[in-house]
């Protein structure tokens, strides 16, 4: 199985072409097979990225996530921002759909749409596991998949640790079922009482990174078993107030992008 790892710019301000510029660079260098940008969050032009993308040799991922106070709007805010997302012309697009306070009947009206703008595009489209979201638990996850078994997902197992207050190890049935629809992963590290650890790299976070790898090597192993010859994996801690920072100074008590690097040399190490 080959992994490509993508590079969040989250805690990395890209603000302008300059910013973008120095940033896809750095991504190349430290090793990363493509970038994922979250398109709410980045207004760079689109033929510059592409082009830039292009000349390093690396892809893009695009990330949506759909907005507003009615399912309609949800709608409305999911068809825009896909048309926009594949202009980038990405090997995915990953999507934050819906919203936890809307019905089962009315979130499922959104990941259908999805799926039809999948097939309309041709391109994978993935639901992110995420608080706020519809997937903020794996028994909500698992009643959507139940409904739509064609539906993509994108692993953020690390919400699930929070919602839960759990490892997750009292419920390996039901997430193996879930797995077997995960088509990316957000690699980020959490535990039971929040979404992100202090430093993945400390001692004391040692037996959730082993956790988070060992469930994280099952969505592998279901990916080689349906004929996957490549996934793609984001490391994905990201800034205040996922990150710790110290009291007063408010100085991350961490570098993330370096936390990120970690996880990325980890994970090559460890996933097969």
Known sequence: MKLNFHKSFWEAPCNNEHDFNELIKRTHADGYQGTELFLP?????????????AELGLSIITGIGTA?????????????????????EPVLINSHTGR??????????????????????NITITHETHRFR??????????????????????DISHWMVVHESDLNDQLERLEKIFSHVH?????VGFEEGP????????LWAGHVENHVKLWQKVIDLAKNRGQSGFT??????????????????????????????????????LV
């Open 196 to 203: 992100q650890v202090t430093n993945p790299q400390d001692e």
């Open 41 to 53: 969050f980045f207004d760079i032009d689109t033929d510059v990225v592409r082009e830039a993308h």
């Open 68 to 88: 507003g106070d009615t399912v309609e709007d949800h709608l409305e805010s999911m068809n825009t921002q896909i048309e926009r997302a594949v202009e980038f």
């Open 233 to 270: 994996i984001t490391p994905e801690f990201g800034p205040f107030p996922y990150a710790h920072v110290q009291p007063n100074t408010h100085e991350p008590m961490v570098d993330i992008w370096a936390a990120n690097n970690f996880m990325q040399q980890h994970l090559r190490n460890k």
């Open 184 to 188: 990316h992963i957000h690699a980020r």
């Open 134 to 155: 519809p997937t903020f638990s794996t028994f909500d996850t698992e009643r959507i998949i139940d409904a739509l078994p064609e539906l993509k997902l994108n692993l």
């Open 100 to 121: 936890d306070i809307f019905s089962l009947k009315d979130n499922l009206r959104l990941f259908e749409n999805a799926l039809k703008l999948e097939q309309k595009h």
